[in-house]
């Protein structure tokens, strides 16, 4: 079936005149074969009861791939993204680049916490004990999950003598600290996962 619908029909031996030949092109109209699909108002194109051409919903299946260029996005704020750092799954919101570095660390901001974990799920630990004695057992305030990659401590002195301190019985849970006697306090770090 046509697209177009005319006012105006011919039959054998009819006169043609310049009338029925303007009603020809002045009184068409398109209708629903015009387009493709259904022709429905929920369609890409449609056509209106008064024969006009429309566009209708524009969705992601009417759109080819690669067919909408970075010039036709709406423009962001600067210092922004687009992305969705939620934790979960969202619609693409205008992000901080600010927000970008803190996603994946957990906390994502410092609150004096003993224990943050990177995006690639390493886990640093870090911490400041008193001491006496010559050895010191220091526990995680949370075990490692799998393993403890390293743990290096620093001595604080408490008088003009020289001191050390050295990491000893490394365990998820907690190590000990063999320190030289006057040493007031452990600064201590650990990598682990």
């Keep these: 079936m046509a697209g177009i619908e005319t006012s105006q029909t011919f039959a054998n031996?009819?006169?043609?005149t310049a009338t029925n030949l303007n009603n020809i092109i002045?009184?068409?109209k398109l209708n629903v074969n015009a387009v493709d699909g259904d022709g429905s108002t929920?369609?890409?194109?449609?056509v209106t009861s008064?024969?006009?051409l429309s566009v209708g919903e524009i969705a992601d299946g009417n759109?080819?791939?690669n067919q909408v260029?970075?010039?036709?996005?709406a423009q962001i704020a600067d210092n922004k993204v687009l992305g969705n750092i939620s934790g979960g799954t969202a619609n693409v919101t205008e992000v901080a680049t600010t927000d970008?570095?803190?996603?994946?660390?957990?906390p994502s901001t410092y609150a004096a916490a003993e224990s943050t974990t990177l995006p690639n799920g390493m886990v640093i630990k870090t911490g400041r004990a008193g001491v006496t004695g010559t050895t010191t057992a220091i526990s995680f305030g949370a075990a490692f999950g799998?393993?403890?990659a390293m743990v290096q401590v620093t001595p604080e002195k408490s008088g003009t003598d020289l001191i050390s301190a050295s990491v000893d019985n490394i365990a998820l849970d907690h190590f000990d600290v063999n320190h030289t006697d006057g040493t007031s306090y452990i600064n201590w770090f650990a990598i682990g996962y």
């Design 50 to 52: 008064g024969g006009v």
């Design 100 to 106: 970008i570095s803190k996603a994946g660390f957990d």
């Design 42 to 46: 929920t369609g890409t194109m449609y």
């Design 13 to 16: 031996n009819d006169q043609v």
């Design 26 to 28: 002045s009184l068409s």
């Design 69 to 73: 260029g970075l010039t036709k996005i």
């Design 63 to 65: 759109i080819g791939t």
């Design 146 to 148: 799998t393993a403890v």
